[in-house]
């Protein structure tokens, strides 16, 4: 007798479960009311936080695997459908410092570089698997990470570590911060750009605390 009764409640309990869920499914898809959008944006915050990015870092071995690009620093005219041999006539100096030719450049990574609101997909990275032309994001003691391309690597012989040298494509000059990058300090590399502008739907909510020569659209320096 005690265990048929225990079957009966154990069915219950499943079938509460399941009109539970079928309850909370409606709600999240089906309910138009303002409750029901008010719910399924707090699902869809939780699911992203706290499930699709962690897994998202997981798999590509970084603490950030979607960058917003935040600055016109790497900014080239036309980006995606610029000239890349007109913007390397008038920038061709910045790199021949460096040693970097039209060739080297033009097979490295974002040749025509990106935007601001870009947002990037990045993956870890060791090291030794850094080359000139890459595009890193790394602490540089900042609010927030720096996303510039690699121009020269060293090895320090106390450590043994690697250290990198970056530039904007789009400034006139380095950084003090980028001049000496420790491996320590990178976070990824940038592989691809996932998203041109989507991510000016956040970047909005802060141009007004800008400075005002950070705001609004990009312009080649």
Known sequence: MKKKVKSIKEIHDKNKF???????????????????????????????????????????QTTLPLAIVESCSMHHKGTLFGNFDNWWMRHETKYSEFRITKYAFGHSTFKKGFTKGDILFIVGVKPEKIHIGDVII???GQKNPIIHRVIKINKDSGTNKFIFSTIGDNNQGQLSVEENISEDQIVGKAVLRVAPYLGWGKLLFFEQSRISNEKGLCKEN
């Open 18 to 60: 399941r009109q539970f869920l079928k309850r909370f499914w409606w709600i999240i898809w089906k309910d138009d009311s303002f409750k029901g959008w008010l719910i399924s944006l707090i699902f869809i915050f939780i699911v992203i936080k706290f499930i699709f990015f962690p897994l998202l870092s997981f798999a590509t």
């Open 138 to 140: 790394f602490n540089g």
